[in-house]
């Protein structure tokens, strides 16, 4: 099967929202998990907006389904540094310090930032569709975020590719099978994980 991956620049620049808005609503995640419903409501109601004000870069999977195209997945990037508040690169341990102060710096508000892309959406259609078709899988999505990945890393450079995912094993070992590695003794805001990857290693 053929996967085809369509900036949604690209989309914008020749057809209207109304006709935009039906392909982007066609995608469903029906996962128990509580990511799951961000990872719809983002594409649903704020990829546009992100997309016109530069905030992120979505990218839409394409494949099809007896002969007729059909949103397979999608996933958004943006180049974004990661920000260790201090207090928590403070509780970190010393070898786990030493190895990424190898990868970024203290900032003013020492604070500790690496220069990095973050791989904010990644996402597999489960609509009715979607699932008869059984046109991608996980693996096969973030293979193709990561072609793009390398693309901007080749352009500007950084040091990680991170995320932040929920504290369940489905995603946990799932990224740690596509070589992230989790950030130990780190809780986001939100309370989810992050993940951190080489942007060499991509």
Not at 79 to 92: A, D, E
Not at 134 to 144: M, N, S, V, Y
Not at 157 to 173: A, S, V
Request: hydrophobic share 40%; charged share 20%; glycine share 6%.
């Amino acid at each position: 099967m053929t996967l085809t991956v369509i900036p949604m620049s690209n989309l914008l620049s020749i057809s209207s929202e109304e006709e935009i808005n039906k392909l982007l609503f066609s995608f469903s995640c029906k996962s128990m998990l509580k990511g799951a419903s961000d990872v719809e409501h983002f594409l649903h109601s704020k990829s546009i907006q992100f997309e016109n004000l530069g905030l992120s870069r979505t990218y839409l999977v394409m494949a099809s389904y007896q002969k007729k195209p059909y949103l397979a997945g999608y996933f958004a990037i943006s180049n974004k540094p990661l920000v260790i508040p201090k207090k928590q690169f403070n509780s970190m341990s010393t070898s786990l310090k030493k190895r990424l102060m190898g990868l970024g710096y203290k900032t003013e508000m020492a604070n500790y930032e690496i220069k990095g892309i973050l791989l904010g959406q990644l996402g597999k259609n489960y609509s009715e569709e979607a699932i008869k078709a059984k046109g991608i899988t996980g693996d096969e999505l973030i293979a193709l975020a990561y072609q793009k990945i390398r693309e901007a890393y080749i352009l500007i450079g950084g040091r990680i590719l991170f995320l932040e995912c929920e504290d369940h094993p489905k995603l946990t070992n799932f990224y740690s099978r596509n070589g992230f590695s989790e950030l130990a003794n780190y809780e986001s805001p939100n309370n989810l994980c992050l993940f951190l990857k080489n942007l060499k290693d991509i």
